[in-house]
């Protein structure tokens, strides 16, 4: 079985300042990986994923994660935050050639403000 | 097409009552998946459609609840005999490819609340 720890709920930061959201799982097989983003009174939406290959991946409005396999952790980056990234974030996990089902940690709150 | 559609937004239920969501996916999606997220959680799974076959099903998915995917297209989630416990978001999510949750797009929810 998986889990997924995010290690704050709560981050709250200034308008672009730098940001990194913790996420670390546990699984006795290999895993995908994937931060998903809620606004508010919206559904939750894809920003990243890691499948195979480079170990950075990177989502097309400046956030990136990296797997680190020995650490087991997969943190989202953001080099300089904007008011608009005002969201929550999950990560989530899911087996390889396994089960289809994601396994997501409890979030993260990101709060930028001005 | 605007992407996965859930309906009722909102249902209040008195406990004890039957109540049905349906869930509208992505066209010619294949793969459909139930989740329920309650307050301070993330999103845990329920079940998963193939098609019309249901693949897998979680625990947390008791006799109360059931689920179905007529002709591969909609779905339907019931839940009998409601409970307060039952109170909270249910997700829908769809997908479409060999391993199907390379990019699952969700839904808005359904919110539920059991007076």
């Known amino acids: 079985a998986q889990s997924v720890t995010q290690l704050d709920s709560q981050v709250p930061v200034f308008e672009e300042a730098p940001v990194e959201l913790r996420c670390n799982y546990s699984s006795s097989v290999s895993v995908y990986l994937f931060w998903y983003v809620q606004y508010p009174n919206q559904g939750l939406q894809l920003l990243l994923k890691?499948?195979?290959?480079?170990?950075l991946v990177e989502s097309i409005n400046g956030f990136e994660a990296e797997f680190n396999k020995s650490q087991t952790s997969f943190h989202l980056r953001k080099p300089s935050v904007h008011i608009s990234d005002t969201a929550e974030y999950f990560c989530?996990?899911?087996?390889?050639?396994?089960?289809?089902?994601?396994?997501f940690g409890k979030g993260t709150k990101l709060t930028v403000n001005p | 097409d605007t992407g996965v559609s859930q309906n009722p937004r909102h249902k209040i239920t008195k406990r004890g009552q039957n109540v049905t969501f349906r869930c509208d996916p992505i066209s010619e999606h294949n793969r459909l998946y139930w989740y329920r997220q309650t307050l301070g959680q993330g999103p845990e799974f329920l079940t998963y459609f193939q098609n019309e076959a249901q693949l897998e099903k979680s625990r947390l998915l008791s006799d109360r609840f059931s689920a179905e995917r007529p002709k591969g297209s909609f779905s339907t989630l019931e839940i009998q005999r409601t409970e307060q416990g039952d109170s909270a978001m249910y997700l829908c999510?769809?997908?479409?490819?060999?391993?199907?949750?390379?990019?699952?797009?969700f839904g808005q929810g359904t919110r539920l609340t059991v007076v």
């Open positions: 989530a996990v899911s087996e390889q050639g396994g089960s289809e089902k994601l396994v």
């Open positions: 890691y499948l195979s290959g480079s170990t």
């Open positions: 999510a769809s997908s479409f490819g060999p391993q199907g949750h390379y990019e699952a797009f």
